[in-house]
């Protein structure tokens, strides 16, 4: 398949009537998007191809394993794009109103509805990348976007059987939160050290001694961008990385042993 983006009168126009279109969303009218970007030419051809892949994405009531099952197959059909590409809204938004149009309004269905909280926004976001939260965030918060880019960012070549493995400790603890947090971390934006971390994070779980829960995640990512500087860790091999984490989870949890014994 040809893969296209919105031009800036695309995105404009979309963002621009995005109020006045909300029922269209609600009422997941991928025909109304379809044809309305198709008169006003808002498509183009990027000169990439694509293999389909929205036939095997899936969405069941088990979100974290769904999350790491559709990370896998978006970034192997979309891994040959350049990073100036995959990081562009034009890209995202024209997926998201055509071929990832009813993925999407599946993968959000709950949201699909006046009643919900936040819905215009909730909707917003996961139709554009680039929102109030700003341009990386934004992306990271979209539901398919953040797929692709964590997919990205734990990518193992050197782990032949299973590459995408450590997806798994991402969605542990909550895949669309935790996948927020490792995006603001520009240390984890290297791919060595957010694989050197996630192997120490692994390692910890299976062993099982400790509750590797969220709080514990957000401290480690918190210490390595404390010692980023000095420690220089964007020179440091994953396997450095990996030991320098279990380090301070060693520290870490002894220290909350001793609070639960006071």
């Not at 036939?55 to 192997?76: G, K, W």
């Not at 059987?161 to 969605?171: N, Q, S, T, W």
Request: overall charge negative; hydrophobic content about 35%; glycine content about 4%.
């Amino acid at each position: 398949m040809r893969l296209q983006y919105l031009t800036d009168e695309g995105i404009q126009y979309l963002k621009g009537n995005f109020e006045a279109n909300l029922p269209r969303y609600i009422q997941r009218d991928s025909a109304y998007f379809a044809d309305l970007l198709k008169k006003q030419d808002f498509l183009q051809d990027t000169g990439y191809d694509f293999n389909s892949f929205a036939s095997n994405l899936q969405v069941t009531d088990d979100a974290s394993t769904d999350d790491v099952h559709n990370a896998e197959v978006i970034h192997r059909a979309l891994s040959d794009l350049p990073y100036y590409m995959a990081i562009d809204e034009k890209i995202w938004a024209a997926l998201l109103h055509t071929y990832l149009f009813d993925f999407v309004c599946e993968k959000k269905k709950d949201l699909l509805d006046e009643n919900v909280r936040d819905y215009q926004n909730k909707i917003y976001n996961s139709f554009f990348t680039y929102t109030r939260h700003g341009k990386r965030r934004g992306t990271f918060v979209n539901c398919v976007a953040s797929l692709y880019w964590g997919a990205e960012m734990v990518y193992d070549p050197s782990n032949h059987d299973d590459p995408y493995g450590l997806l798994k400790e991402i969605a542990a603890t909550g895949y669309p939160s935790t996948i927020v947090i490792f995006s603001s971390s520009r240390i984890l934006g290297r791919r060595e050290t957010c694989i050197g971390f996630l192997k120490a994070i692994r390692k910890l779980r299976m062993a099982q001694k400790w509750n590797v829960d969220r709080p514990a995640v957000v401290s480690g990512i918190k210490y390595l961008n404390l010692i980023a500087g000095l420690s220089m860790l964007d020179m440091r091999s994953e396997e450095e990385i990996e030991h320098i984490t279990e380090m301070f989870y060693q520290g870490y949890f002894q220290n909350q042993e001793h609070k639960d014994e006071q």
